[in-house]
Each structure stands twice: as structure tokens, then as C-alpha cells.
């Protein structure tokens, strides 16, 4: 089994910045990615930003230029650095982490940014 617990989330500014983390513990030797997945209210769950296991990043179009992702392996932590924060950015956002093909969801974290 693996765990997850994010951390981070809050309400700002448009034009803030948060940091999101989400440590990961258990079984996570297989681990092949990891990322951030976000979801608004009536809308679909979204793809933010996924780090494979050899350290290539992906994200989404919407983010890509304010939003980075990376991790620190010695604490099992991924990171979501978000800049330049828009209010379209509101969402609660999910770490994600991928053990062999299983997936793994936290819990979740309400980002809120006001206009």
C-alpha cells in the first residue's frame, strides 16, 4: 500500500504563488511517475503536471511557464511550485503517484485564488 499526504493548498491572490507538496510512504520501490492532477467544480479532472521516473516533465498547456514540478527523493516528496496564479487555476488539487500500474490519490487540497 501507499500513502499520500499533500500539504500547501490556501487561498491567494491572482498573481500569487503556493507550493503544493505531497509525501508519499509504503511500498513505492516501483514507482514510474508522479504528478498533480486538479479538479473545478463541474468540471472534469485535469492533467496538471507528471514527472516520469527518468525525470521527464509534462504539463499542461494551461500552466506550462508558471507551474513547475519536481521532487526530492531522499524525502519521497513531489512538489508543485505554482506562479502567476489565476483565478482559472481554482481547483482542488491531487497528488498522483504510479507504483507499477496502480495508481495512488491523496486526498486532496483546496487552491483558491480570488481575483
Known amino acids: 500500500q501507499v500513502q499520500l499526504v499533500e500539504s500547501g493548498g490556501g487561498l491567494v491572490q491572482a498573481g500569487g504563488s503556493l507550493r503544493l507538496s505531497c509525501a508519499a510512504s509504503?511500498?513505492?520501490?516501483?514507482?514510474?511517475?508522479m504528478g498533480w492532477w486538479r479538479q473545478a467544480p463541474g468540471k472534469q479532472r485535469e492533467l496538471v503536471a507528471v514527472?516520469?521516473?527518468?525525470?521527464?516533465?509534462n504539463y499542461a498547456e494551461s500552466v506550462k511557464g508558471r507551474f513547475t514540478i519536481s521532487r526530492d527523493n531522499a524525502k519521497n516528496t513531489v512538489y508543485l511550485q505554482m506562479n502567476s496564479l489565476k483565478p482559472e487555476d481554482t481547483a482542488v488539487y491531487f497528488c498522483?503517484?504510479?507504483?507499477?500500474?496502480?495508481?495512488?490519490w491523496g486526498q486532496g487540497t483546496q487552491v483558491t485564488v480570488s481575483s
Open positions: 498522483y503517484w504510479l507504483v507499477g500500474r496502480t495508481p495512488y
Open positions: 509504503g511500498n513505492i520501490f516501483s514507482t514510474n511517475a
Open positions: 514527472m516520469v521516473s527518468g525525470g521527464l516533465t
